[in-house]
């Protein structure tokens, strides 16, 4: 599967042990190629979606340019707090579409203008959802 971040596309893919060439350890789940930009994963693991998301943020954190091969660089407790923060959304939405699943939010129907809103309940429709986050709605204290 391909996915694309701060306008450069990666690629997941699943494969065999064989392919996994990481001198770190031999209990490697998941491994991040920066040159190639793409996310192996070892098939049949487990624990995929918890892998895919560590490895989901060693892309994040290369993609916004957090070097990760600095051994001088420490990141405190505010720094993983913002890490978290703003890498959460992107992350979910990668392994969402990974795994087949589609995330549904109750629609903002002035927000969303992709929709043609043909069944939409404005028009006397069924549809309230969405399942795009930016036409999500939200609290009226959140912007």
Not at 25 to 31: A, I
Request: proline share 1%; hydrophobic share 25%.
């Amino acid at each position: 599967m391909k996915f694309e971040i701060n306008n450069t596309e990666w690629e997941i893919e699943e494969v065999e042990k064989d392919k996994m060439t990481c001198k770190s350890s031999e209990w490697t789940m998941g491994l991040t190629v920066y040159m190639e930009q793409k996310i192996l994963l070892l098939k049949g693991q487990p624990n995929m979606e918890r892998t895919l998301k560590h490895e989901l943020t060693h892309v994040w954190l290369y993609e916004y340019g957090h070097n990760q091969h600095n051994e001088n660089k420490k990141y405190d407790y505010e720094d993983v707090c913002e890490i978290v923060a703003s890498s959460n959304d992107f992350i979910n939405e990668v392994v969402n579409h990974y795994l087949g699943i589609k995330s549904l939010y109750s629609c903002d129907t002035d927000k969303n203008t992709e929709c043609n809103k043909k069944y939409c309940h404005i028009n006397g429709g069924e549809c309230m959802m969405t399942d795009n986050i930016k036409y999500a709605k939200r609290r009226a204290n959140e912007y």
